[in-house]
């Protein structure tokens, strides 16, 4: 894939004004002006390329903050692993949103495409600036743990706790549920209520399955 001008324009308009104006506004936006924005197949698209760029270069960086050397072979393994579970994400959480949207209480009418477009656009809100601060952040954890003042695990707990589940609330808030309910045709607190009993539904079962295998292991 080639990225010319035209496209870096394209992608930051669609970028800045799906922001700024949120998911219902931002699709009148792009019907009344498709040639100013991506699709949000193109824009997915470049969002996996810079993603799979930023996370080379911070795996690159985390290598030689621990080991002293490059291994740009290793960092480009491990920045496909990273844009294989975002990628992973990306179509669980549109199969989720899916599964939900036409139960109880959202009752909405959208389809499993509509979801993941929104996802699509979704994708870039909370992954791209994650993995942006993690180029900074990632290598300065390794060389503290590799100094032996942080303990190992910390290096991806840190930014994973401190840093992706902010960003990631932030993201659902401002631009998830609200574009979940734009494409629903449903008001943002039923999505917001459909979420949240769900994952209690969800968190219960898990919850009761353990206990079980708990007793009868006993």
Known sequence: MRLSADDIARYMHTFIDFCRLGPAAFTEARGAKP???LSPYQFCAWTLVIGFAI????????????TGTVKTGLASAN???????????LVLSSLMFRAISRAWPIRGHADFSSIFEI???????????TSAINLLL???????????????LSVFLVPVLVIGA????LRDILWGCPG????NGVPTSRVWAGLLFWSAMAGAGVGAVGVFVLVALA
């Not at 902010?166 to 609330?169: A, F, K, Q, R």
């Not at 979940?180 to 494409?183: E, G, H, K, L, Q």
């Open 35 to 37: 040639s100013r924005y």
């Open 55 to 66: 996370a080379g270069a911070t795996f690159v960086r985390l290598h030689f903050a621990t």
């Open 119 to 129: 996802h699509c656009y979704l994708l870039a809100m909370g992954w791209l600036p």
């Open 166 to 169: 902010p960003i990631g609330l």
């Open 79 to 89: 920045a496909a692993g990273v844009v294989t579970v975002a990628v992973s994400s």
């Open 180 to 183: 979940i309910a734009a494409v």
């Open 138 to 152: 990632i290598p300065w954890l390794a060389g503290l743990a590799a100094a032996g003042t942080l303990a190992v």
